[in-house]
Antibody, heavy 116, light 105 residues
Framework: EGQLVESGGGLIQPGGSLRLSCTVS????????INWVRQAPGKGLEFVSD???????FYGESVRGRFTFSRDNSKNTVYLQMNSLRVEDTAVYYC??????????WGQGTRVIVSS | IVLTQSPATLSLSPGERATLSCRAS??????LHWYQQKPGQAPRLLIS???NRATGIPARFSGTGSGTDFTLTISSLEPEDFAVYYC????????FGQGTNLEIK
């Protein structure tokens, strides 16, 4: 049984930067597909980014060029660097393990509020 | 691929049967999945690949469908089943439906 724990959320002004972390236990981030999925207040789920085991990354259209997904295998942790934040980036950010194209394990989420 | 769920809200009583729909804008493979989300909680996988119940999911939950039309059925609602349900696919990149809010009538 594994676990994903997000951290790093908070209140940030528009245009600012924030780095989210997702620390994993019970399985290796280097051998799995890890995704970031977000949920704006009262809204549905939106794919943000993912990283393949080989290190390839993919980004949703709304964050491409502003967010960067990285990984530290020694810490079994993945990161989401978020730059040029916008009010519409306000959401709970979840990291999730993707197995065979579905999400079989989720973290509890970390809340990001972008507001002046 | 856009996933459209219907209805947006479904009001039923415990013991009743719930039928939730997910329609895709193009044909998807069998990689169509369903999640349950309760307030303040992360989503939980219910059904993967159209019809495979995830570990620990009761048999009252079932999934069917193919092509562009998929259905999640809850045969007899329990009080703990009232939640929001999302479908999800990954043909190119992942997309989710907008959700069906299953509420107590």
């Amino acid at each position: 049984e594994g676990q994903l724990v997000e951290s790093g959320g908070g209140l940030i002004q528009p245009g600012g930067s924030l780095r989210l972390s997702c620390t994993v236990s019970g399985f290796s981030v280097s051998n799995n597909y890890i995704n970031w999925v977000r949920q704006a207040p009262g809204k549905g789920l939106e794919f943000v980014s993912d990283m393949y085991p080989n290190g390839d990354t993919f980004y949703g259209e709304s964050v491409r060029g502003r967010f960067t997904f990285s990984r530290d295998n020694s810490k079994n942790t993945v990161y989401l660097q978020m730059n040029s934040l916008r009010v519409e980036d306000t959401a709970v950010y979840y990291c999730a393990r993707e197995t065979l194209w579905h999400y079989d394990m989720w973290g509890q989420g970390t809340r990001v509020i972008v507001s002046s | 691929i856009v996933l459209t769920q219907s209805p947006a809200t479904l009001s039923l009583s415990p013991g009743e049967r719930a039928t939730l729909s997910c329609r895709a804008s193009q044909t998807v493979s069998r990689h169509l999945h369903w999640y349950q989300q309760k307030p303040g909680q992360a989503p939980r996988l219910l059904i993967s690949d159209v019809s495979n119940r995830a570990t620990g999911i009761p048999a009252r939950f079932s999934g069917t469908g193919s092509g562009t039309d998929f259905t999640l059925t809850i045969s007899s609602l329990e009080p703990e089943d009232f939640a929001v349900y999302y479908c999800q696919q990954r043909t190119s990149y992942p997309t989710f439906g907008q959700g069906t809010n299953l509420e107590i009538k």
